[in-house]
């Protein structure tokens, strides 16, 4: 039993840090938003790290008091200088 606790214990830590959702970047594109190319856009090289944009949309998220994030935010993003 043991055996199958940790894998099941390492997959749930794994997959609550792990909050990308690939499809996200063609629904941005959808959107408008072509300068988001790839899950770099808003996360850092090593994940669960984010960048600017995705600090800013979790902050946002944080902020409206939402259970999601709207890509639609991303309009209202000012790019660091």
Not at 34 to 54: E, M, R, T, V
Request: net charge positive; aromatic share 8%.
């Amino acid at each position: 039993m043991r055996r199958t606790l940790l894998p099941l214990a390492i997959l749930a830590a794994f997959s609550l840090s792990l909050q990308a959702k690939p499809a996200w970047v063609k629904k941005a594109q959808a959107l408008g938003f072509n300068d988001i190319q790839n899950c770099q856009s808003c996360h850092a090289a090593k994940p669960p790290a984010l960048g600017p944009l995705g600090q800013w949309l979790k902050d946002e998220k944080t902020k409206r008091n939402a259970k999601d994030i709207d890509l639609n935010w991303i309009k209202d993003y000012k790019k660091p200088a």
